[in-house]
């Protein structure tokens, strides 16, 4: 399988995000200018400071070509994952419910933190079990997830509530600790943890993101039990 | 850029009428920072015999590069007398960085430098600056930076104990200058990894920011900034130029601060590091396709000292036309453009058949590029304002001829510093001193600063903050060789064979240096060294930046003589030679000079970044044993300190030989994989070390020390000397470290407290309180 | 363009501003926001709005104020 990797100006961690994929399957950079996806079966919208953050975190990016044939691929089920600032472009560009505000400290945050699977068995979440504990880096200033209640309510009816911060671990405040959602139809996923920083004990001291990816490869490849 | 056949000769060559044309008088150069003698002598050069008076222009290129800033006026005849040479060395001093010889075809570039001014007047902004420039100077020789590392110093940051509002100012500074780090370092994706800060008074009036940063070439494609081939293209790229910083490195860096900083804020740089980040790409893949001859970046007195170092360097002329400049603001006259310090530009040298080439690149980068000179062969500095020539300048005069100046040591005959203030009584319990001593500002855990910088982006990260006492990271960022993977499916074998590494570390404590200059900068190399060793590295190379206060004073002067002879004696001795540097000089008010503080960076290489040593303890049951030639004492300690002692006249004497092969045993056995850790005992001694191998593990122990029969048990405690090392293992791990070098069993690792007894006395905290007492910082960022 | 948080909405920016102000001896103050500013010159001032729906306001947690400073119209 083939995962295409989103690079735009002032993205960082895109060549992590390549190489965590690398780990279960083909990936190559996906230059933001233009409109090939090139045959990609999934997406990754990596992490970093996309256009500087300027304006508002990922809402720049969000117009750029590149994401116009994103969107469409997701409209038609494709697998999106947005990490970070790519949770940032998929709120700002409406394929997934909620924004992303800055940390309630304010700050800046690096802190490895303790994620619990509220969700599982989806495109993204398939290798993990229901209360799984996953131990993910985060590092951002706008992590802050928000939706008003009707939304909140309806997702969790839904099933998109995915990953939330467990418990003491969320330093960005989050409403109602959540770390990652799921659009309706669960084929596009965000977090703000980096998932690619967590594929190796030696450099992550946690290999808990590869199931991430695993999943996805797993969706992809119909093997789903 | 063809000369105008009715401008005048080329000796004047200043067209009449022009704005340029109204004439500096002596007075305009005093206030540039020149003194009387160095006016009369630019007057000199200007024009050989007869002598021309500089212009505008020309006297604000010549005060720039003629200012300490630039020109290292009082240091650059000490430095000369570093090592500078050695078995790994690829890149010297002289280059915007040196690089030391990693293996495999690569070279880990890295330079330290400082921009403690700027950051008085405007912390976040001042530091976050500083960030980009060292950056720059690292991928201006092709290298891609991989990490950043800060030292940091500023007053005491919190009111007790000289009084209410009293932190507040060291408090900003702290703030603003960590966020700006993070900011620019995070944006841009390059992991801070690694720094120290230190709290004392004498940084009060003047904080220091020292920015240090390592990147990763090939070694046959590092590329150097003699500027060469005269009829080349000159290519300004980056940014748009404004009037940040103007007259930044001589109204600023030469001087020492006074009352009038308000008016200095509108020189203050503005840093940009999503620019950066463009400026980067495209400067690397200007290189990768070796569209270039040479490059620079523009840091200090920015287009000036650019182009004239570019022009000295290769001993060849420059002539550049302000009016091809790509400006951000308008009506900037020519000496603004020429002595703006605007961030995020780069000068490169560039053969007239690819500038068309480097312009697509720097389009589809989305940054600047605009063709402004070429080089000549008149070895003179030619500045155009369109057709116009506003300045002619000899190369040699403007780089190599300015004075330099023999120093006048004379050792203080009585102390220059105020004793700290006491803030613990002398009869305090060992237990309540030892928990003061880890709830202290320049021991306390750093873990509010470093969380606000991203550690791990780039994938390299094996060691963070406060999991070892030195930086880790994994040479190949893919170790895995996933990006050869063409599979479906079959992940490659994970972690099969060594996987080498680079370690850093930086260091310095200036009340130490302040005790005893020399033997205080050779503590300080030694610390790095130490802090390698525990890692499992072995040194390649060393940085440093030189921040002093005004070496015109004598006493001062004898700081910076003995501090840069025992730098020197402590590199060979190491064999860990110095490839580049910095120096800021200056560093003082009416309240008198900073701690003389020679800020170490050092560089080393390890084998399998799977045996990087760990510092906090591992596993219950574990050994535990001091090694090392450790003679602690109490002065300059910083028990000393809170007690409110005044400095000694000097430090006892080194046995460097002794350290050096204790870090070699040490460095043996980490990478061996023979110990669970490997600490080096700093600041607060060898309980303050126990109490931090306790807090990084989680798990307390059971220490019993020799009674030194006449010793002060408080000296055997929270005494102080490099040299010591803690570590632990399993019984068998410490007695094969143990055939190597004298180890000294002192306890076993276990519980959920911290014991230690010593004589009669025993002391005894719980891991809970220790935890509170070091995360005392965590209030100063509210 | 104003552009400010929803009401409703943590907004700890403007609490830390709020926070600072008596200490720096400033009374009697509450309700602190802090939200962006925006100026431009437009041909057309009616597609402002539009501007700030699409891109320079996230409407789902912001709120925009529109002022035409001066203009034809």
């Known amino acids: ?225 | 850029m063809s000369e105008d056949p009715g401008v005048a000769t080329a000796s004047s060559g200043i067209a009449p009428g022009t704005a340029s044309a109204q004439q500096p008088t002596v007075e305009d150069a005093l206030a540039l920072g020149l003194t009387r003698a160095e006016y009369e002598l630019v007057c000199e050069k200007q024009d050989g015999a007869g002598g021309r008076a500089p212009n505008q222009v020309e006297l604000a290129m010549y005060s720039l590069l003629w200012s300490e800033h630039c020109a290292y006026k009082h240091s650059k005849r000490l430095l000369r007398t570093l090592p500078t040479e050695g078995r790994y060395v690829v890149m010297g001093p002289g280059e915007n960085a040196g690089a030391v010889d990693v293996g495999g075809g690569l070279v880990c570039a890295f330079k330290v430098e400082s921009h403690n001014h700027p950051s008085a007047v405007e912390p976040f902004q001042g530091a976050a600056t500083g960030v980009g420039g060292i950056l720059r100077d690292i991928f201006a020789i092709g290298a891609r930076p991989i990490a950043v590392l800060d030292s940091l110093r500023f007053g005491e940051p919190l009111d007790a104990p000289l009084g209410p509002g009293s932190g507040t100012r060291s408090r900003y500074l702290l703030d603003g200058a960590v966020a700006g780090i993070g900011h620019y370092g995070n944006s841009i994706g390059v992991p801070t990894v690694g720094g120290e800060v230190y709290f004392e008074g004498p940084y009060e009036q003047n904080c220091l920011v020292n920015a240090m940063a390592l990147g990763l070439g090939e070694r046959e494609k590092l590329v150097r900034s003699a500027a060469a081939g005269p009829g080349n293209t000159l290519v300004l790229f980056g940014a748009r130029t404004g009037r940040d910083g103007i007259g930044g490195a001589s109204v600023l860096a030469s001087a020492e601060l006074g009352e009038a900083d308000e008016g200095k804020r509108p020189t203050v740089q503005v840093g940009d590091p999503f620019e950066e980040k463009k400026l980067l790409e495209c400067s690397l893949e200007l290189l990768e396709r070796g569209l270039i001859v040479a490059l620079q970046d523009l840091g200090a007195a920015g287009l000036t000292s650019s182009a004239a170092e570019m022009a000295s360097k290769g001993e060849v002329g420059i002539d550049l036309d302000v009016a091809k400049v790509p400006l951000r603001e308008g009506d900037m006259e020519p000496f603004e453009v020429m002595v703006s310090e605007s961030q995020e530009r780069m000068l490169c040298v560039v053969e007239p058949a690819n500038v068309d080439a480097v312009m697509e690149l720097c389009e589809k980068w989305e940054v600047n590029g605009s063709a402004i000179g070429t080089v000549t062969d008149t070895g003179r500095m030619r500045v155009f304002a369109d057709r116009e020539l506003v300045g002619n300048m000899p190369v040699r005069a403007l780089v190599d001829d300015c004075p330099l100046y023999d120093l006048q040591p004379v050792k203080p005959s009585g102390p220059i510093y105020r004793p700290p203030v006491a803030s613990l009584a002398a009869d305090t319990s060992p237990r309540e001193t030892l928990l003061a001593l880890v709830g202290s500002p320049n021991i306390a855990s750093r873990r509010p600063l470093f969380e606000q910088y991203d550690a791990v982006v780039q994938s390299r990260t094996v060691r963070r903050p406060e999991q070892a006492d030195a930086a880790v990271l994994a040479l190949d960022r893919d170790p895995h060789h996933t990006g050869d993977s063409h599979s479906t499916g079959d992940s490659p074998p994970a972690g099969e064979g060594p996987i080498p590494a680079l370690a850093v570390s930086i260091d310095c404590n200036g009340r130490r240096v302040a005790a005893d200059p020399y033997r205080g900068t050779i503590e300080a190399v030694l610390e790095c060294a130490s802090n390698l060793a525990c890692v499992g590295a072995e040194p390649l190379g060393t940085t440093n930046n030189l921040n002093f206060g005004n070496p015109e004073r004598p006493h001062v002067a004898w700081q910076l003589t003995e501090s840069v002879r025992g730098l020197g004696d402590a590199c060979r001795a190491l064999e860990a030679p110095i490839v580049g540097g910095n120096v800021s000089l200056y560093n003082e008010t009416s309240s008198g000079p900073i701690y003389p503080t020679p800020v170490i960076g050092m560089v080393g290489r390890l084998p399998d970044a799977r045996c990087a040593g760990r510092l906090g303890f591992a596993r219950a049951g574990d050994t535990i044993a001091l090694v090392g030639p450790f003679a602690p004492s109490l002065a300059a300690s910083e028990l000393a300190k809170l007690r409110g002692d005044r400095l000694p006249d000097g430090l006892p004497d080194i046995d460097i030989g002794a350290v050096h092969a204790a870090q070699f045993a040490i460095r043996g056995a980490v990478r061996v994989g023979a110990l669970s850790s490997a600490h080096d005992i700093a600041e607060g001694g060898l309980a303050t070390a126990l109490a931090e191998c306790c807090l990084a593990g989680g798990l307390g122990a059971d220490v019993r020390l020799p009674a030194t029969g006449d010793g002060d048990p408080l000296a055997d405690l929270f005494g102080e000397a490099p040299g010591g090392f803690l570590i632990s293992g399993t019984p068998n791990g410490v007695s094969s470290l143990g055939r190597r070098t004298p180890v000294s069993v002192i306890g076993t690792v276990g519980g959920d407290s911290l014991h230690i007894g010593i004589g009669d006395l025993l002391l005894s905290v719980t891991l809970a309180e220790l935890a509170r007492a070091h995360g005392a910082l965590a209030e100063l960022f509210g | 363009m104003l552009i400010r948080p929803k009401a409703g909405i943590l907004d700890p920016q403007g609490e830390a501003v709020e926070r600072a102000l008596p200490a720096l001896g400033f009374k009697g103050v509450e309700n602190v926001h802090v939200g962006r500013l925006v100026e431009l010159e437009v041909e057309d001032p009616t597609q402002v709005e539009a501007m700030c729906e699409k891109l320079l306001a996230n409407p789902l947690v912001e709120d925009y104020e529109i002022h035409l400073l001066n203009g034809i119209g």
């Open chain 1, 1 to 225: 399988m083939k995962f295409g990797v989103l690079q735009f100006p002032g993205s960082c961690d895109e060549v992590d995000a390549l190489q965590a994929a690398r780990r279960v399957g083909d990936a190559e950079l996906l230059w933001h200018g233009q409109r090939d996806l090139r045959g990609a079966d999934a997406i990754i919208v990596p992490g970093g400071f996309s256009y500087g953050d300027y304006l508002r975190a990922g809402a720049i990016a969000r117009f750029a070509p590149i994401m116009e044939s994103v969107i469409d691929f997701a409209r038609d089920g494709g697998l999106v994952l947005g990490i970070c600032n790519g949770f940032q472009v998929l709120c700002e560009a409406r394929l997934l419910p909620g924004a992303l505000l800055g940390n309630v400290n304010r700050r800046f945050t690096f802190r490895q933190v303790g994620l619990e699977v509220l969700n599982s068995g989806g495109s993204f979440t398939d290798g993990c079990a229901l209360g799984e504990r996953l131990s993910i880096p985060a590092k951002h200033s706008w992590g802050r997830y928000y939706a008003d209640a009707e939304t909140l309510a309806a997702m969790d009816r839904a099933g998109q509530l995915v990953l939330r911060y467990a418990a003491g671990e969320n330093f960005n405040g989050s409403v109602h600790d959540i770390a990652g959602v799921s659009n309706e139809r669960g084929n596009v996923f965000g977090l703000m943890p980096h998932p690619e920083h967590a594929i190796d004990e030696l450099v992550g001291g946690s290999s808990d993101g590869l199931k991430i990816f695993e999943s996805m490869r797993l969706t992809v490849e119909g093997a789903r039990v």
